[in-house]
C-alpha cells in the first residue's frame, strides 16, 4: 500500500487530469473550473497556466516539456510555458473533446471526443488522420513509449491503432466504458481502467516481419513462427522472456527481449547467438549487411551479427529514448542520427569507433530535417545520404567531404516518405501523387541537368490514400497504404544491373544491357555513371543515345586535351565544380588555362587576380574583357580593370603568340610524361 504524503487543495470542483512532465520535476492538473495548474514535485503551485470558462478534459506535455496541450469544449489549445510565446489554437472535433495525447518520439498529437471519432495531428495543429464516426465517444487513448501504435477506448471497444490512424485490431470486451489507458515501458502490455469496476490487460501479439522469402509472426508473447514461403517449411523460435522488438533485413532476425538479445541466421533457426542486454528496455533495432544497431533509454549500441559489441556513439545531450527508425539511419560504415535539440542537424558517427565522421562537424541544414535515410552499398568514401525537410523536399548530399563544404543537392519535392534499395544505391519514395525511383541519385553532383532523364515515374493511382514505403528489398516493393493494407509492386532489375558493371567497369557489358533494354533512363544513368568514373567513350556513347550532343561535343574536347590535368580539369568542369578545375590547373603549373577557364566563365575579377599574382596574361584578360564590353556596347565601369588598362598594351598579335606558347609547352610536357611513364614500365 503506497501512503499519501501530502494533499493540496487545488480545483475548485473535480480534478479531471493530471501528468507528469517527462523528466518527472513538474505535475500538471487541469478540473471543472476550467483552470490549468502546474506544480512542483514537492506540491508547491508553480503557476496557473490558463483560466477558461470551460472545464479542462484532458493535458498533455509536449516532448520538451515546455510547451501544454490541453481541451477546451470543441477546441484544442497549444499553450507554451513562455508567456511572450505564440499560442496554437483550433476547432478538432465537432464534439466536446475528452482526451489527448502527446507522444514524445513522432511528436504527433491524438484526440478523441463526444463526436465519436479520434483524430491524429501534427504539432502544428494540421490533421493526419479522422477516423469514421464510432457508435460511442472516444472515452480514452494513449500512445505506446515509441510512437509506432496507439490505443483507442470506447464503450465496450478497445482498438489498437498505427500511427497513421488506421485500425489494426478492435477487442470488445464486455466493461462499459474504458475510462484511461496506459503502456508498460516496454509497449508490449496495456491496461485499461473500465466503467464496470474492472482493469482489463492486453498484450500485443500476431506482429509480422517479412525479408524476401521468411514470413515470421509473433504467435505469443515468448513465441514466434518462422515460415519459409518457398517450400512451406515451419519453425517455431521460443524465448526465456517476452519479445519486446525485433526486425528481420540482411539474412538476419534480431529479437530483443526484456533480458536478452536473439540474433538468428536465416540458413539455420536452430541455434541462435544469444547475450545479456546491460540495461534498459530495447525501443529500436536498426540492421545493415554487416552488423546491427539496438537503441535503448541509456544509448545507442553497435554490434556485429555474432554478437560482439562494436561501438557506442554519444554526442551532448542526445537523448535515445526519443529516437525513432525516422531519426536514424545505419550503413556498414555510418550512423546518422538526426538531432532533437536542433533539427535542422544531422550528426553522422564512425561505426566501427563510435566517434564523429571526419573533421567532427555534423550537417546542418537550412530547414528542419523530418525523415534521414543513408544508402547501403558502395566504399565509405562514396557514402550517400539522403533527408527530407519539413515542406518534403528530398535532399542528397556526401557523408564525407574531407574539410570541404557538404554539396547538399535538391532532387525531389513533396516527397512523403523514402527507402534505399538494400544491394544497389537506388532510390524510391512517393513523391506527392507519384511514385518515383531515383535509379542513380548520385547523377545529380556529375550532371545535374540529367538527373530528371534518369528517373522512373509511376503514377500511383493503383494505390489508395497516403502509400508509405515499408521497404525495398531486391526488386520487390514494399508499400503500407493509408487503410493500413500491404501492396507489392517491383522494379525492373536493369538499374540494379548497371550499378554492378559500372562498379566493376564492365563498361562494354553496360553499353550491351542499355542497347538490349532501349530504355533513355537507363541511357541516362550510363551516361551519369560513366562521367562520374571518367569514361570518356562509354559517357559519349550513352549522351548520343539520348540526344545530348552539347554534351558529346564537349566530351571529345576533353578527349582532345593534351595533359591529363587539363583532361581532369574539363571533366571537372563538366560537373559543375569550377573551384576544384581551378586548382587542379594551377597546382599543374598550367596558369593560362586556369586564367582561361575563368574568362570563359565571365568570372573577370577572378581571370585578372590570377593574372596578376602570378604575372602573367594581365593583357589576355584586358584584352577579353574589353573585347566582351564591345559585343554589348558598354564601357568599363571597373575600377580594377580601368587601373590596369592605364598601364597594359593589348596587342591581339602578342596575345595569341603567347597563347599558342603556352600551349606548345603543355604538349611537350605531356609527351615527356608519356615518354617518361613508358621507360618507366619497359623497366
Known amino acids: 500500500m503506497g501512503r ?113 471519432k479520434y483524430k491524429v495531428w501534427d504539432s502544428f495543429g494540421r490533421l493526419l488522420h479522422s477516423s469514421s464516426s464510432h457508435d460511442y465517444p472516444i472515452t480514452s487513448l494513449s500512445w505506446a513509449p515509441d510512437g509506432e501504435v496507439f490505443a483507442v477506448g470506447s464503450f465496450n471497444t478497445l482498438r489498437l491503432c498505427d500511427k497513421t490512424g488506421w485500425s489494426y485490431a478492435l477487442e470488445k470486451p464486455n466493461t462499459g466504458s474504458v475510462f484511461s489507458l496506459a503502456w508498460s515501458a516496454d509497449g508490449t502490455q496495456l491496461a485499461g481502467a473500465c ?78 547467438l544469444i547475450f545479456d542486454l546491460k540495461e534498459g528496455t530495447v525501443s529500436l533495432i536498426l540492421q545493415a549487411e554487416k552488423h546491427f544497431l539496438l537503441v535503448d ?15 557506442s556513439p554519444k554526442s551532448p545531450g542526445m537523448r535515445a529514448d526519443i529516437l525513432n527508425a525516422q531519426g536514424v539511419s545505419l550503413s556498414n560504415d555510418t550512423i546518422a542520427i538526426r538531432d532533437k535539440s536542433d533539427e535542422k542537424v544531422i550528426l553522422l558517427f564512425d561505426v566501427l569507433s563510435g566517434k564523429a565522421v571526419g573533421d567532427g562537424k555534423p550537417l546542418t541544414h537550412k530547414l528542419e530535417v523530418a525523415e534521414i535515410a543513408l544508402d547501403q552499398c ?16 528530398l535532399y542528397l548530399t556526401s557523408v564525407r567531404h574531407l574539410g570541404k563544404e557538404p554539396k547538399i543537392c535538391k532532387i525531389g519535392s513533396m516527397v512523403h516518405s523514402m527507402a ?50 515499408m521497404n525495398y528489398v531486391g526488386t520487390n516493393l514494399t508499400l503500407r497504404q493509408g487503410d493500413g493494407s500491404l501492396v507489392y509492386s517491383n522494379v525492373l532489375p536493369y538499374p540494379a544491373l548497371l550499378h554492378e558493371y559500372s562498379t566493376s567497369a564492365r563498361w562494354e557489358d553496360a553499353l550491351c544491357l542499355c542497347r538490349f533494354a532501349k530504355d533513355q533512363s537507363l541511357w541516362a544513368c550510363l551516361a551519369g555513371m560513366a562521367m562520374a568514373n571518367r569514361e570518356l567513350n562509354t559517357a559519349e556513347m550513352a549522351y548520343a543515345a539520348i540526344g545530348e550532343l552539347p554534351r558529346v561535343q564537349y566530351i571529345n574536347f576533353i ?37 582561361q577557364v575563368n574568362i570563359d566563365l565571365f568570372n573577370w575579377e577572378r581571370a585578372l587576380e590570377l593574372a596578376v599574382k602570378h604575372k602573367t596574361h ?27 588598362s592605364e598601364g597594359v598594351e593589348v596587342d591581339w598579335d602578342k596575345i595569341q603568340a603567347k597563347i599558342e606558347m603556352e600551349l606548345s609547352k603543355e604538349r611537350e610536357r605531356a609527351a615527356n610524361a608519356s615518354v617518361r611513364s613508358s621507360v618507366a614500365s619497359r623497366r
Open 4 to 116: 499519501i504524503e501530502k494533499s493540496i487543495e487545488a480545483h475548485k470542483g473535480a480534478v479531471l487530469a493530471a501528468r507528469w512532465n517527462y523528466d518527472g520535476t513538474a505535475l500538471i492538473t487541469a478540473g471543472e473550473d476550467g483552470q490549468i495548474k502546474i506544480w512542483s514535485k514537492s506540491g508547491m503551485l508553480r503557476s496557473t497556466l490558463a483560466s477558461q470558462g470551460l472545464p479542462v478534459y484532458s493535458v498533455a506535455w509536449d516532448p520538451d516539456s515546455d510547451r501544454v496541450l490541453y481541451t477546451s469544449g470543441r477546441q484544442l489549445i497549444i499553450k507554451p510555458l513562455q508567456p511572450s510565446a505564440k499560442v496554437i489554437q483550433w476547432k478538432a472535433h465537432d464534439g466536446v473533446i475528452l482526451k489527448v495525447d502527446w507522444n514524445s518520439v513522432n511528436d504527433l498529437i491524438l484526440s478523441g471526443g463526444e463526436d465519436c
Open 195 to 272: 466503467g464496470n469496476g474492472h482493469v482489463i490487460f492486453a498484450h500485443l501479439v500476431e506482429q509480422h516481419w517479412e525479408w524476401k522469402n521468411f514470413v515470421i509472426t509473433l504467435t505469443k508473447r515468448r513465441t514466434m513462427q518462422v515460415r519459409n514461403v518457398l517450400n512451406d517449411a515451419v519453425d517455431m523460435l521460443e524465448f526465456r522472456d517476452r519479445v519486446i522488438k525485433a526486425s528481420l533485413a540482411y539474412g538476419h532476425l534480431v529479437v530483443a527481449t526484456s533480458l536478452q538479445c536473439y540474433v538468428y541466421n536465416s540458413r539455420n533457426w536452430n541455434t541462435p
Open 297 to 311: 533509454g541509456a544509448g545507442l549500441y553497435t554490434f556485429s551479427y555474432e554478437g560482439r559489441p562494436i561501438s
Open 378 to 393: 558502395g566504399p565509405s568514401n562514396e557514402r550517400k545520404i539522403a533527408f527530407i525537410d519539413k515542406n518534403r523536399d
Open 420 to 469: 534505399w534499395n538494400d544491394a544497389a544505391n537506388i532510390l524510391c519514395g512517393i513523391q506527392d501523387t507519384l511514385f518515383t525511383v531515383w535509379p542513380y541519385p548520385s547523377v545529380v553532383f556529375t550532371d545535374k541537368e540529367l538527373l530528371p532523364k534518369t528517373l522512373y515515374i509511376k503514377d500511383n493511382s493503383e494505390f489508395r490514400r497516403a502509400p508509405y514505403v
Open 559 to 595: 578527349k582532345e586535351q593534351t595533359s591529363k590535368e587539363s583532361s581532369l580539369a574539363h571533366m571537372l568542369l563538366f560537373s559543375g565544380q569550377v573551384h576544384e578545375a581551378e586548382a587542379t590547373l594551377l597546382q599543374a603549373g598550367l596558369i593560362y588555362q586556369a586564367i
Open 618 to 644: 594581365v593583357d589576355t584578360v584586358l584584352a577579353y574583357r574589353e573585347k566582351f564590353l564591345q559585343k554589348f556596347g558598354r564601357k568599363e565601369t571597373n575600377k580594377r580593370f580601368l587601373q590596369y
